[in-house]
Structure formats: C-alpha cells, structure tokens
C-alpha cells in the first residue's frame, strides 16, 4: 500500500521568511496529493491541492509542487505569518473511488514574530 | 465545501462501556466516508474505509469487533468502540469524499474519547 513519508516534523521561522515542508509516497499509482493544515483540537483543513497532471499549482502565498519521476513534493509558504502556525499533513492518493487519503505524520509549523 | 458533521465531540466514558460516535454528511451523499485515529501530536492513520450498504474494509492491525462501523444511508455513517479501555482514548475523525465529486476529502469536526 501507500506509504507517505514527510519531513521535517519540527519547522519554526521567523516571520516573514520562507517555509518548505516537504513529502515523499511510494505508490506510483498515486495521483493526487492535497495538503492539510490542523489546529489543535480541530479538523484538518484542505489548504491546496495538486493532481499528477501538474508540476506546480499556487494559491496567494501557497505553493506546491511535484515530482512524479523522483515521487515527491513540497508545500511552499512565503511570508510566514504567526497565524500560519499549526500542523500540515501532506497526503496522497490514487484518487479512485473508494481510496482513502493516506497521511504523511505532519509537521508543527512555528512562526515567530 | 461540502459539510461534515461529527457527533459527539467529546465523550469521557467508563471502561467496559460502549460509545458510538456518528458522522453525517449534510448536503451531500456520501457513497464511502473514511474513519481516521490521531493520538496527540501524531498524523491521521486510516481505520477503516465505510462503505454504504455493505461491509466496511479494516486496515491491518484494527479490530473490526471492536470497532463497529455501520453505513446505512448515504449521509451516516457510524464507529461504535465497544467495550472501551483507556488505550482507545484517541481523537477519532470522519471524513467523506462527495459521490462523483472528485478526490477532495472532507472531514468532520472529531470525537475525543477518553476512557477512565
């Protein structure tokens, strides 16, 4: 099955610097890839989302990007800001009917100001 | 989006009782709705995969005796943790992907168990 591997666990930033948290998967069949950003006690929240078919999708000051060849990819934030601070789950899928997402083990994300 | 609703939020129960948690997808239909586990600070691990209609499929290593799951409609779903011990407190989160809607997974609020 489907093994997502992320890292780092741990990031803090300064803010108005850069974030990059980064995952791999291990199921070629694999084709879509969202990530989650969770506060504590709450649910996960899709933040963006990137199908195979694409190399990079952004979204205001979100970014991701893949590489299906090397199976990885990344979630971009530039100009951190304290309430950016949280949990992030990168996930992966073979987006068929039926398949659950399966979950990186996250990374605590924490902005300084 | 589409809308998850999770209930109850928190339960405290006493060990060797049952809880049932339930999972409803308000304005949409949910074919299969997805039952996580998170243990604090820990990432989301897929129980078990709810399929309306039928039976659910378990991942390896969850006892499927232990925790029921029930999808008799296709906006219910629900997880009873049958005779409770204090291993089983956890954060357990419902999910649902919207029937012919596409990959996006959404989830409901979560239940904190805890058993004394």
């Known amino acids: 099955g489907e093994n997502v591997e992320q890292h780092p666990s741990t990031l803090s930033v300064q803010e108005g610097d850069s974030a990059v948290i980064k995952c791999t998967y291990s199921?070629?069949?694999?084709?879509?890839f969202p990530w989650y950003k969770q506060e504590l006690g709450k649910r996960p929240q899709l933040i963006i989302d990137?199908?195979?078919?694409?190399g990079e999708k952004k979204d205001q000051r979100i970014a991701v990007t893949l590489n299906k060849t090397a199976k990885h990819f990344s979630l971009h934030i530039t100009e951190t800001q304290p309430e950016d601070s949280a949990v992030y789950f990168c996930?992966?899928?073979?987006?068929?009917?039926?398949?659950?997402?399966?979950f990186g083990k996250g990374t605590t994300l924490s902005v300084s100001s | 989006g589409a809308v998850v609703s999770q209930h109850p939020s928190r339960v405290i129960c006493k060990s060797g009782t049952s809880v049932k948690i339930e999972c409803r997808s308000l304005?949409?239909?949910?074919?299969?709705m997805f039952w996580y586990r998170q243990f604090p600070k820990q990432s989301l691990m897929l129980m078990a995969t709810?399929?309306?209609?039928?039976?659910?499929?378990?991942e390896q290593g969850v006892e499927k005796d232990k925790f029921l799951i029930n999808h008799a409609s296709l906006t219910l779903s629900t997880l009873t943790v049958t005779s409770a011990h204090p291993e089983d407190s956890s954060f357990y989160i419902c999910s649902a992907k919207v029937t012919g809607g596409g990959e996006k997974l959404f989830f409901g609020s979560g239940t904190q168990l805890s058993v004394l």
């Open positions: 990137i199908r195979s078919n694409v």
């Open positions: 996930a992966a899928s073979t987006g068929q009917a039926g398949t659950a997402l399966i």
């Open positions: 709810s399929n309306e209609g039928s039976k659910a499929t378990y």
């Open positions: 304005d949409f239909q949910a074919t299969t």
């Open positions: 199921d070629s069949a694999s084709n879509y």
